[in-house]
């Protein structure tokens, strides 16, 4: 099969798994690359998402049956695997050009997951070895696999991750017949005591940028609380750096799935922002939702839990400290920061503030300017309610806000 | 008054300090035609020009950074933003940076900003074609003169390799050979054709539009991630 063709089908069954982060390494020291600290996306594609990795799998053929898998072993599909060869020019020789921050490689599970495994690091090894590439390598652990080898590819990746995709065993094990929890977790708590280990010793690094994982959204019956949690244990026990949230697209016709026409991406959405607070905005996730519960899709997670909260507002902009400002619906960590810099000079005006950059759109019926209030009586929930919904409006439909939002989960920049 | 410099960097620099000294009120490269006003030419110095950076360095490294960031933006009446904000630092001190809600300090940062992004963004958008010599090459044309902020970057990526960006706006390359990485004023002598590299940029092509996940198709937001300005020199954008 012509190269051409094999990237066609590899990249195209790689193209689900969400993260494309370079972020967090800031290798140097091969004969060509480097990998950036606060990483690069290259492009975009029309989907939207960013193009920083050259994000392959090793081989489609597979000897599991996922439900969800567009590889599962069930579909008739074009199979094919690369060599480590191709791997490693494509690699370098898209580097050389500046279209990629570096490889991302996943692979199905052909044979066993050892076997796999070992075939995946084969082509790492070589391209880090032979052609003495210094770019960003993200490598996917298949789950199952002898902790051995987890380790010989933390040697060579800046990160590893291994994929929980669904957030219960129960569902895990209702589509994913082939896995259990043991077979995920047990790589990925390993592979968390290496990079502690190795984050203490000057001599070997292992997967420097850490480690992140994917959960598939809308697959299974699992809440949006449910998931948070999740994210939120393995963000403090695990020491992920990146949890990833995947809106489900429905590939199979199996009756195992849900009949969702398109992905929920507007959840998908309000999960990364929900994230985003817990892990820059000391949110924890029963303050943003109760058991049981999903996220609000009409306000973002933060104006939610505002208006569940009336009683702690409006804030003074000019007494308020930084973790308070935080929370003001509207006001993010670039205003907060602004509104503590230009508070070391003088009083914060509502024309200052606008001259700042800071928009008070949403934070007006929030706060209080040197004790005056320009908003309306937070008493009247329902119609600041009516008021905000017509922001809410522009926040989904406008680019801006979560073309931000994706930028910053997919470098991990902020 | 107004005062009229020759549009290199230390003219600015010494238009910035006179304004100061004598309380002009602007400044501009270029000469305007109203009948009434009084221009006042100035001639660069380079050595004033290097005492001034110093005595703005000295109050604040910060500051200097966003006044040569100022330059390199090339944007509308930047000078004229740059002496408000250079007054309101002679003025307060390092402390003065803090005065944000300050309309010149606000815009200056702002428009520092800007070009860092566009640096960033550079970081990832820059498309490097192997000619048949071995050099990689790219043709750039961004909004602000971005060349020096981006030097460090590609050079520790490349290394040795050698490899020459050329700015085709401001006719500027940026050259690494032999150990050695410049910015010169030169436009390359080779026309650009890349057969050799047809190949590979087939493959990236595929790569780039295979990746995209057809039901979250979504042409406007990554229209806001990459601009329809950059696309011309962008492989994936530029290859039909
Ligand atoms: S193991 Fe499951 S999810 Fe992975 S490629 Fe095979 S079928 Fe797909």
């Known amino acids: 099969m012509e190269l051409l063709e094999k990237l066609e089908i590899l990249a195209n069954s790689a193209k689900y798994d969400a993260s494309c982060a370079s972020s967090g390494s800031d290798r140097q020291g091969g004969a060509i690359g480097s990998a950036h600290i606060s990483g690069i996306c290259h492009s975009w594609a029309a989907d939207g998402r960013c193009v920083s990795l050259l994000k392959i799998l090793l081989t489609n053929i597979c000897e599991y049956d996922c439900a969800y898998c567009i590889n599962r072993k069930s579909n008739n599909i074009k199979r094919t695997a690369f060599s480590a060869d191709e791997i490693c020019r494509l690699t370098a020789e898209f580097y050389k050009r500046n279209y990629i921050e570096g490889l991302f490689l996943s692979s199905a599970v052909i044979k066993n997951p050892d076997f796999t495994m070992e075939l995946m690091i084969k082509a790492v090894k070589k391209l880090r070895k032979e052609y003495g590439f210094a770019g960003y390598i993200h490598f996917k652990v298949i789950p199952g696999c002898d902790l051995k080898l987890v380790r010989e590819a933390s040697i060579w990746a800046d990160r590893v991750s291994v994929n929980i995709e669904l957030p219960d065993h129960k569902s895990l094990e209702k589509l994913c017949p082939q896995k259990n929890k043991e077979s995920v977790f047990k790589p990925m708590k390993y592979a968390a005591d290496l990079i502690l280990e190795s984050a203490q010793s000057k001599k070997l690094k292992m997967a420097p940028a850490g480690q992140s994982t994917q959960l598939i959204v809308g697959a299974d019956e699992n809440s949006d609380f449910k998931i948070l949690n999740l994210s939120q244990w393995l963000y403090n026990r695990i020491y992920l750096k990146r949890v990833y949230y995947s809106g489900f697209v429905r590939l199979n016709d199996d009756s195992r799935l849900p009949a969702l026409k398109e992905p929920p991406l507007i959840r998908e959405h309000r999960l990364y922002q929900a994230d985003w607070l817990m892990r820059f905005y000391n949110f924890k996730a029963d303050e943003l939702l109760k058991d049981g519960e999903n996220l609000n899709l009409f306000f973002d997670p933060k104006t939610a839990w505002a208006l569940k909260n009336l009683d702690l507002f409006p804030v003074e902009i000019n007494k308020a400290d930084y973790e308070t400002l935080l929370r003001v619906p509207g006001i993010g960590i670039i205003s907060a920061k602004k509104i503590i810099k230009a508070r070391k000079f003088t009083s914060l005006t509502a024309q200052g503030l606008k001259n700042m950059g800071v928009s008070l759109k949403k934070a007006v019926y929030f706060i209080t300017i040197s004790g005056k209030y320009y908003g309306l009586r937070t008493g009247n929930k329902e119609r600041l309610e009516n008021l905000l919904l017509e922001y809410k409006q522009d926040e989904l439909f406008d680019l801006k806000s979560p073309a931000r939002t994706y930028i910053s989960a997919n470098t991990g920049n902020l | ?240």
Not at chain 2, 65 to 92: D, Q
Not at chain 2, 161 to 177: A, E, G, Q, T
Not at chain 2, 207 to 236: D, G, H
Request: with cysteine; charged share 30%; net charge positive.
């Open chain 2, 1 to 240: 008054m107004k005062i009229i410099y020759d549009s290199t960097y230390a003219g600015f620099l010494n238009a910035l300090s006179k304004s100061l000294e004598e309380g002009h009120e602007e400044i501009s490269a270029f000469e305007s035609e109203g009948l009434f006003e009084t221009n006042f030419l100035i001639s660069s110095d380079l050595k004033a020009a290097e005492a001034f950076e110093n005595k703005i360095e000295k109050i604040s490294p910060q500051a200097l950074k966003v006044i040569r960031l100022l330059w390199l933006s090339e944007s509308k009446g930047f000078e004229n933003l740059a002496l408000g904000y250079i007054k309101n630092l002679f003025k307060y001190g390092a402390e003065g940076l803090n005065n944000i809600q300050n309309i010149y300090v606000a815009k200056s940062d702002r428009i520092a900003k800007k070009v860092l992004s566009e640096v960033h963004r550079f970081k990832g958008f820059v498309r490097f074609s192997q000619t048949a010599g071995g050099l990689m090459f790219a043709e750039i044309e961004p909004q602000h003169n971005i060349l020096p902020l981006i030097k460090g970057h590609f050079r520790t990526r490349f290394g040795k390799m050698p490899f020459l960006i050329y700015d085709k706006k401001r006719k500027l390359s940026l050259v690494n050979i032999e150990g050695k990485c410049e910015i010169k004023n030169i436009e390359p002598d080779f026309e650009a054709s890349f057969e050799n590299d047809a190949e590979i940029e087939k493959l990236w092509l595929k790569f780039f539009q295979t990746i995209a996940i057809e039901s979250r198709k979504n042409e406007k937001l990554q229209k806001s991630f990459v601009p329809l300005k950059y696309r011309r020199n962008m492989t994936e954008f530029r290859i039909k």
